[in-house]
């Protein structure tokens, strides 16, 4: 009765994690994809409302605060409506209300936009808010706010 009771829990586990995953196509890279980040709950096209809530994913990194200086971590930024062209990659992010810093080490974050299309990409940074070029930045997603 034993091993049934322990069968049937791994089961609901595997089946539980495996609707998890997908309820979120794609969303999370491969493993030999390396590591990167990835916006979980949106999606390219989203109607949404907002505040809208953004969930931050992380592959083959930590997270740690900012000026936590830990192999292998960093911090997540957003950026709204910009990019960072390759040398702008070599510098800190700016802090702005186009590039959010989320240097407590937030996953998630609610962010008021206005009314209209808008595109999100997430990027990790360093302890120093440099990106991780290890790390691939989420693709960018374009988003409707209602």
């Known amino acids: 009765m034993k091993r049934f009771t322990l069968s049937l829990a791994a089961l609901a586990l595997?089946?539980?994690?495996?609707?998890?995953?997908?309820g979120v196509p794609d969303a999370k890279p491969h493993a030999n994809a390396g590591p990167a980040v990835y916006i979980v709950n949106l999606h390219d096209g989203d109607v949404v409302q907002s505040p809208v809530r953004v969930v931050f994913g992380l592959y083959g990194y930590g997270v740690a605060p900012a000026g936590v200086d830990k192999p292998k971590t960093g911090h997540h930024h957003l950026l709204i409506d910009t990019a960072l062209s390759e040398e702008e990659q070599q510098f800190a992010i700016p802090a702005d209300e186009q590039h959010r810093h989320f240097g407590g080490g937030q996953t998630e974050a609610a962010i008021e936009l206005a009314p209209g299309k808008h595109t999100l990409q997430l990027m990790l940074g360093d302890y120093t808010h440099v990106p991780h070029l290890a790390v691939q930045p989420s693709a960018p997603i374009t988003i409707t706010v209602q």
């Open 14 to 22: 595997t089946a539980c994690s495996a609707s998890l995953e997908a």
